[in-house]
């Protein structure tokens, strides 16, 4: 029995060992599925590139929250073209789970007073034997033409902060639920002191109108100057399975000056190296009546 017991711990550790010891997700991965994506736009066109990569739960703001597949395959062929640039991604360890960012140029026609400038925010989830990237949530911002190229900022995950998968996935998505719904209260009582509670110093910002940008004490004076306020409400929420990024997204009633406006926002979080989780990346987008 001693035997047995002995050997079963032996094999527990290697199994153990040998988890701790796998290698992180390659930021790249996530890259190249935002490139290929990219590319399916330019051969298929818009509808064609989008069904071509869409997760079956994936959704677009189009002004509000609807399924992809459900939103291009009820459309004719979308007139234009779209080329879309990341510059800004992370993936989760496990590799479940990721984002790409940056901008693009919508082009309706020959002409290039055509063009229309923004920015976008894809998420990105694993599906499948093959852990193919899907497009789980796309959202967009428009803005002027940028006057300089934002800097580039892809990084591989921490391959030591490695666990095992959650035994309880539910209980991830609570945890995140539950920090959202903290961040969108403490907005209520002072938007400058939330963001300096939630906001990762590295953050990034993403406003219609205004051009991205990065780390807090930017993002911070963008929104004193503007004299921002926000009511949001969380929709739904996800986490990778190695618990080192997840996403929320809402609704939101901003008053910037005198103006009140609806909007909906994208969220992404990460665990910081106190165990807290901040938002890395926040994208607003108007709700307009198309």
């Not at 539950?178 to 990762?200: G, M, P, R, V």
């Amino acid at each position: 029995m001693k035997k047995l017991a002995l050997a079963a711990l032996v094999i527990l550790g290697s199994a153990r060992l040998a988890f701790a010891q796998a290698p992180a997700a390659d930021v790249n991965k996530a890259i190249d599925a935002d490139k290929d994506f990219n590319k399916l736009v330019e051969r298929k066109g818009i509808k064609g590139g989008f069904l071509a990569v869409a997760d079956p739960e994936g959704i677009i703001f189009k002004p509000n929250a609807v399924n992809i597949n459900d939103f291009y395959k009820n459309i004719d062929q979308q007139a234009g073209t779209l080329n879309m640039q990341p510059n800004f991604a992370r993936i989760s360890i496990n590799g479940d789970l990721a984002f790409t960012a940056g901008p693009y140029i919508y082009q309706n026609g020959a002409d290039d007073t055509d063009k229309v400038y923004g920015d976008y925010v894809s998420i990105w989830r694993a599906s499948g034997d093959n852990g193919q990237l899907k497009l789980l949530i796309n959202l967009g911002i428009q803005h002027p033409e940028p006057e300089v190229d934002a800097v580039s900022d892809f990084r591989n995950p921490d391959s030591t902060k490695q666990v095992a998968p959650s035994k309880d996935p539910f209980a991830g998505k609570r945890i995140i639920l539950a920090t959202d719904n903290a961040f969108n209260h403490s907005l209520t009582i002072s938007a400058l002191a939330a963001y300096k509670e939630f906001l990762s110093p590295e953050g990034r910002y993403y406003f219609p109108g205004f051009e991205a940008m990065a780390g807090q004490d930017k993002i911070m004076k963008f929104i004193d100057n503007e004299a921002i306020s926000i009511n949001a409400q969380t929709t739904n929420a996800g986490r990778a399975t190695s618990n080192d990024i997840a996403y929320t997204y809402g609704k939101a009633r901003i008053k910037k000056g005198d103006v009140v406006s609806n909007y909906n926002y994208v969220r992404v979080w990460v665990l910081d190296a106190s165990h807290k989780w901040d938002i890395l990346l926040e994208v607003f987008s108007a709700v307009e009546s198309e």
